[in-house]
């Protein structure tokens, strides 16, 4: 198949290595990315929406490369100011390039821009491409909030912003809860959803299913869009050979009682054809191929390819399989 | 005469320096230096106190030596990145440091700190001398608006921050008009009026008699409590041989009637033996000898000393010369 119009549902750094795959299998197709915003964070009187930030840097080469995130060519400065006025949070690394970003938007937001009305202004710098469009799952405001075990606290647990989870804490504690704050007031934009009723074929990134994708098929529309599409929808595994290549989805899983296991995560999803389902296909790599078996007999068809997406010419690989494959 | 309690009018870059002039000629005073506010802006959404930063950081070793205000060792991503975005307006420098200055004044000022407790908190990083303090003259918001020639305009005449005069245009338009938007609302803050009432000797720094000093003076309870103390009050000129040594003071004096010489600024703020002056003293530059005359035939006693602040030395030496001879 050669899609004309494809709806990517995507978080951050894997999200947008797996975009930049998408247009090189298909290079002259429109693709609607459509970013988690359930980790955005307001620090410093700033505000941060770290997905859709490290989706326009890696899309217009802006990205630091080492990292996967943040600015190339980055300063430090503001940080090491803010450390000698003793001003916390110290833990959230933000350079100057990337404060810049969030000062554009901080005044976006008090003028009183949507965060699609902003997203759209910042991609006027980033992203060159006409037939690329970046666009937050929801105008509404999501926070996603982490409920760890914490033997100092009286009642032994204690909550904190994913950010703090995963950044300060390096995904370390143990996970009792994940709460996504506004989620059930958060609607998707009209972008949203006529990127997901226009395409015809729609991705699901290898991004985590509890704190990225999860939260973009919660946002109000996401899925019952998802099924009623005619287009194909396949998901692609971010768990490969029982552990994510990137992020923490491995300590945020079992909290959702999900096993950290290719399988698993394409059970979770669902096929289409059972209540909630939003898959026509799923693919995993090839280390997880002992996944297929359970997956298949849940009804989801599974495809076995090697999922590193070592450069967008690889990623235009299993995509370009995972999509003959719905065919 | 041995001072204890000193209380100084200042601006920013001269008056910084007046300042360190001031603790060099008596190290065991007490020092309350009541800064204007006036020329105070918001930008990229971040609250802007040029006069109150630039003394702060050049009381605490963290001024751009050469320029004279700004930060040391200074980066400027965040400029360039700004630009990049094409965000405006571009025409006033922020160097990444002084952003986070900035940026922690912002959210103080969100939380509902005022002016004065906001500069304590600031201060507290740059100020290690425990009897130098820091005071913003009012805790109400000020923004000096300048009335130039505009041949483009319809009216022939346009209205501008002051910062937009001084910073983008050089002070070069003419200027017809200067209004201090909220001035006639400022009230001197109780340190303000305290720091004025207790000290036993009181300096008008050599900062812009129109922008600087000015507001200070136009703040409710300023002219009063320097009419009524008991200390002396001099003044030391910052017109040095018909023009001033820094800044722009030339271009503003004239729009409020005042020569640009020595004897006119010194009889602009007047003695107080006269309705509404304020000064005991007038301490004029040696090239402003001819000026004497003029100042003294209204009543008020003028010394000639070398007025240039090549060091703190320097400074404190004609600052104590000052003294002496008011006293």
């Not at 359930?38 to 490369?65: E, K, Q």
């Amino acid at each position: 198949m050669n899609p004309r119009r494809i709806a990517v549902l995507a978080g951050g750094v894997g999200g947008s290595r797996f975009v930049r795959g998408v247009r090189a299998a298909y290079p002259d197709a429109r693709i609607d990315v459509i970013v988690n915003t359930a980790d955005d964070v307001t620090l410093h009187g700033l505000r941060i929406c770290p997905d859709i930030d490290t989706m326009l840097y890696a899309l217009g080469d802006g990205i630091d490369p080492d990292k996967g995130w943040g600015r190339a060519d980055e300063t430090w400065s503001i940080m090491a100011e803010l450390k000698d006025y003793r001003v916390e949070p110290t833990w959230f690394a933000l350079g100057d390039r990337d404060i810049a970003t969030h000062l554009v938007r901080t005044q976006l937001v008090a003028a009183g821009a949507t965060s699609t009305e902003i997203t759209a202004a910042l991609a006027t710098r980033w992203i060159t491409d006409p037939a690329l469009h970046v666009l937050p799952m929801t105008d509404g405001r999501v926070e996603t909030h982490v409920v760890v075990v914490d033997p100092d606290a009286p009642s032994g647990r204690r909550a904190m912003h994913f950010q703090e989870f995963w950044v300060r804490h390096h995904a370390e504690p143990e996970v009792l809860d994940i709460v996504q704050v506004g989620i059930d007031d958060a609607t998707a934009t009209q972008e949203v959803s006529e990127a997901l009723t226009a395409a015809d074929l729609v991705l699901v990134g290898p991004s985590n299913p509890v704190v990225s994708i999860g939260p973009i098929l919660a946002t109000r529309g996401v899925r019952p869009a998802l099924r009623a599409t005619p287009a194909r929808v396949i998901g692609f595994s971010g768990i490969l050979g029982g552990s994510p290549v990137l992020g923490m989805a491995h300590r945020l899983l079992p909290a959702i009682g999900v096993e950290v296991t290719a399988g698993a995560v394409g059970r979770h999803y669902g096929t289409r054809r059972s209540p909630g389902g939003i898959l026509d296909a799923w693919v995993v790599d090839s280390r997880d191929e002992a996944e297929v078996v359970g997956v298949e007999r849940a009804g989801l068809p599974t495809l076995v390819v090697p999922l590193l997406m070592t450069s967008p010419e690889a990623t235009a690989e299993f995509i370009r399989a995972g999509v003959e494959f719905a065919s």
